[in-house]
């Protein structure tokens, strides 16, 4: 049989991700000591970590040449849903907030007329988010460092990531609305790999989620 590939978000949900896999007992030495390798086999080789960037684990899980993915709460919210969110994972906790300059609260923001241009990495979660309070908006795509925008007179607020709030802070921005949404990494998977292999998924998923509960 061949392994069953699990693609992970690279950087901070990898790292995350690898923690709790050795945990549950995994030998994870390849991942440790991957060099510029992408795809790395864990435990006995039944198992293979394809390492890639968030958007992509998604692209990969829904056209099934990966059988699990771990992605943020964030990128399945941006880029749509066709696989199964089998998990929670508790660790890459942040959320997503509206945030602008000058101290606006959200009573002043959302009464003002005009429409409002909102810049953001995240375009559908900040659609989505308006047309729930009725409001038409003008999006603006920007790829990093969304606090920018406000910042040079580009538009009147972001939808962004907010963790530990230091970049709004440090940058003049406050938040005019906090609970957008809970943002956490998820454990993924393809339909029909969850149909073909639900043991082997099941198996694996229940580990990480005791491990999960372990240091929760
Ligand atoms: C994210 C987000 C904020 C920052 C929030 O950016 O877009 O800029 O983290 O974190 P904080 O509340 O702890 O300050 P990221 O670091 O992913 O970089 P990017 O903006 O270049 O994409």
């Known amino acids: 049989m061949k392994p069953l590939r699990i693609a992970l978000t690279k950087g901070r949900l ?9 945990s549950a007992g995994y030998d994870c030495t390849a991942v440790r000591e991957k060099g ?22 998604i692209t990969y899980v829904e056209n099934g040449v990966c059988d699990l993915g771990v992605v943020g709460k964030d990128t399945i919210m941006e880029n749509g849903s ?15 907030a509206l945030a602008g300059k000058g101290g606006r609260s959200a009573e002043e923001f959302f009464s003002g007329y005009g429409e409002k241009t909102i810049a953001t ?3 559908n ?4 988010f308006f047309e729930g309070k009725g409001m038409d908006i003008r999006v603006i795509k920007i790829e990093g460092s ?3 925008a406000p910042l ?13 709030g230091s970049t709004l802070r440090e940058n003049g921005l406050t938040i005019i ?11 993924i998977a393809n339909t029909a790999s969850l149909k073909l292999r639900k043991a082997e998924i099941e198996a694996l998923a229940q580990k990480m989620e005791e491990e999960r509960r372990k240091s929760s």
Do not use: H, M, Q, W
């Open 14 to 22: 990898e790292k995350d991700t690898i923690g709790l896999l050795e």
């Open 177 to 187: 609305e906090d609970n957008v949404a809970p943002i956490s990494a998820r454990l």
């Open 146 to 148: 969304v606090e920018l």
């Open 121 to 123: 990495k995240y375009p």
């Open 36 to 57: 510029r390798k992408l795809i790395l086999p864990i435990g006995d080789g039944d198992i293979e970590v394809v390492l890639a960037k968030a958007a992509d684990v």
């Open 152 to 164: 040079l007179g580009l538009a009147d607020a972001i939808v962004d990531i907010v963790e530990t």
């Open 125 to 128: 979660v900040a659609r989505n």
């Open 82 to 96: 066709c696989f199964f969110e089998i998990l929670d994972l508790g660790f890459g906790k942040c959320r997503f």
